[in-house]
C-alpha cells in the first residue's frame, strides 16, 4: 500500500474526540486502565509497565464548541488548554481514568486544578519537572518525582511497576522511537517521497493506542515509504518549530505542501521519540528515565540546555537539515514561546537565515496568509547565501 494511501485511512481517525481505541482496548483488557498524558513529556514508559495504557491529550483539534470550558478559563490561554478541558468537561474522557500533568507551563498547571475541583476522585497527578539541569540536585530530584508518579500509578493499577516490566517497556519503546527517528530522517532526505503530512499523521495514529501496535504500523509505512514513487522534488525546505504543545491542523501542513514546500523538520508531538538516544537496558530504571529527561538533546521552550541558546539550537537544525528557512509557527497565546522568540530572531538575523512567524489556532481552517509569509522565505533564499542553499542533490525526487 503506498504510504499516501496508508496515512489517507488513518488521517480519518487521527482527531476523533470519542478516543475509540481506548474503549477497543479496554474491551480487550477487562478491568484495565488508561491514563491521560498531557504534553510535552510524561514517562509513558513507566504506565506501559504498570500494565495500563498512555493515552496522548492535546487538544480536540477544532472537533469541539468550546460551549463549557470558557467558563473556567479566560478567551486569552492557549487552544489545547482550552479545548482540552472541554473533551473532559462533554464526556469525551470518561474512559480515561486519571491524568498526568507535567510542569510545562503556568496555564496547564491551572486546568490540572480545575480538573481536581471539578472532580475530586479523578486521580490528577502533576508531575514537576527540573528546570535548572545545571544544579546538582536536578538529578537526584527527577528520581524522586518520577519514585512519586510510580507509587500513583501502582495505586491506580494495583499492581507494583517491577524493574522487569520497565526493561521491557523500554526496549518497546526504544524500537518506536528507533523506527520514528528512520522516518524524521526520510522525509528530510527525499521529501519529495514522504511528506511531513504523513509523518505527522503517523505520529497522531499512535495517540491511543498500545506502542506494540504502533510499532507494527510504523514498520508497514517504513515498508510504504521505501516502495513509494518519487513525487514532485519541492520548491524550499523549511524547518517548523514553535509548535511543542499544541497540535497545529493538518491541513495547515497539507496547505503547504501543496505549494511545493517541505517541512524538513518539525516539534511536534516531541514527548513521543523524546531522545534521538535509546533508553539503557540495564541498571536503575528511574535513574535512566531521569537521566533521558535531562540529557535530552531535544530543544523546546520548556526544555531549555543551559550551555546552549535555543537560537543556536534551531540553527544548527537549519544547517544539518540543509533548510532554506525557518517558520516560527506558535500556537496563540502560548506564553513559553513567546518568551524565547527575540533570541530566535536575534539569532536568524545575525546567521542570515530568514524566517517567518506566523500564529494558529486548532480549529484554524484558512491558510493563505501562511503561504504568503512562506513566500517571503523563498524569495530571501534567492537573494543572500546561507546554508539552506548547499543542497544536497540524488533524492531521487523528481523536479
Known amino acids: 500500500m503506498p504510504i499516501s494511501a496508508l496515512t489517507e485511512i488513518l488521517k480519518a481517525g487521527a482527531d476523533d474526540p470519542t478516543f475509540p481505541e481506548v474503549t477497543v482496548w479496554k474491551k480487550s483488557h477487562p478491568g484495565g486502565k488508561a491514563i491521560g498524558c498531557l504534553p510535552i513529556y510524561t514517562p509513558a514508559e513507566m504506565i506501559h509497565a504498570a500494565g495500563m495504557l498512555p493515552v496522548h491529550l ?3 483539534m477544532g472537533r469541539l464548541k468550546l460551549d463549557n470550558a470558557d467558563a473556567y478559563l479566560q478567551d486569552f490561554v492557549c487552544s489545547v488548554a482550552q479545548s482540552t478541558l472541554e473533551l473532559y468537561l462533554d464526556g469525551f474522557l470518561e474512559n480515561i481514568d486519571a491524568v498526568i500533568f507535567p510542569s510545562i507551563c503556568e496555564v496547564l498547571r491551572g486546568v490540572s486544578g480545575i480538573w481536581k475541583r471539578i472532580d475530586p476522585d479523578k ?8 528546570q535548572n539541569y545545571n544544579s546538582g540536585s536536578a538529578s537526584n530530584y527527577m528520581i524522586s518525582e518520577l519514585g512519586r508518579l510510580k507509587t500513583e500509578l501502582e495505586k491506580i493499577s494495583g499492581s507494583a511497576i517491577t524493574d522487569d516490566a520497565l526493561f521491557k517497556s523500554f526496549e518497546l519503546f526504544n524500537k518506536r522511537a528507533e523506527l520514528l527517528n528512520k522516518l524524521d530522517l ?22 491511543a493506542i498500545p506502542v506494540e501496535e504502533h510499532i507494527e504500523l510504523l514498520q508497514e509505512a517504513l515498508s510504504a515509504v521505501e516502495e513509494t514513487q518519487p513525487r514532485k522534488r519541492p520548491i524550499a525546505r523549511i524547518v517548523l518549530f514553535g509548535a511543542f504543545c499544541e497540535r497545529p491542523p493538518i491541513a495547515m501542513i497539507e496547505a503547504m505542501e501543496e505549494e511545493r514546500i517541505a517541512l524538513v523538520y518539525d516539534d511536534l508531538f516531541p514527548g513521543m521519540h523524546w531522545s534521538k538516544d535509546p533508553l539503557p537496558l540495564a541498571g536503575d530504571p528511574l535513574k535512566i528515565l531521569a537521566d533521558h529527561y535531562l540529557k535530552s538533546n531535544l530543544h523546546t521552550p520548556v526544555v531549555n540546555h543551559p550551555e546552549s541558546s535555543i537560537g543556536d539550537a534551531i540553527m544548527n537544525i537549519v544547517r544539518a537539515r540543509n533548510a532554506d528557512g525557518l517558520l516560527l509557527a506558535t500556537a496563540k497565546s502560548c506564553h513559553p514561546m513567546l518568551h524565547d522568540l527575540h533570541d ?5 538575523e545575525k546567521q542570515g537565515i530568514p524566517y ?16 504568503v509569509q512562506i513566500e517571503a522565505i523563498i524569495e530571501a533564499r534567492e537573494r543572500m547565501p546561507f546554508a539552506g542553499t548547499d543542497r544536497k542533490e540524488g533524492s531521487g525526487d523528481q523536479k
Open 58 to 60: 492535546s487538544g480536540a
Open 123 to 130: 486521580p490528577i497527578i502533576y508531575l514537576n519537572l527540573p
Open 186 to 207: 526520510y522525509r528530510s532526505d527525499y521529501p519529495g517521497k514522504f511528506k511531513a503530512s504523513e509523518f505527522y499523521i503517523l505520529r497522531l495514529a499512535g495517540r
Open 344 to 348: 530566535i530572531f536575534a539569532t536568524s
Open 356 to 371: 517567518v512567524k506566523i500564529e494558529f489556532e486548532e480549529d484554524q481552517q484558512v491558510f493563505e496568509s501562511i503561504i
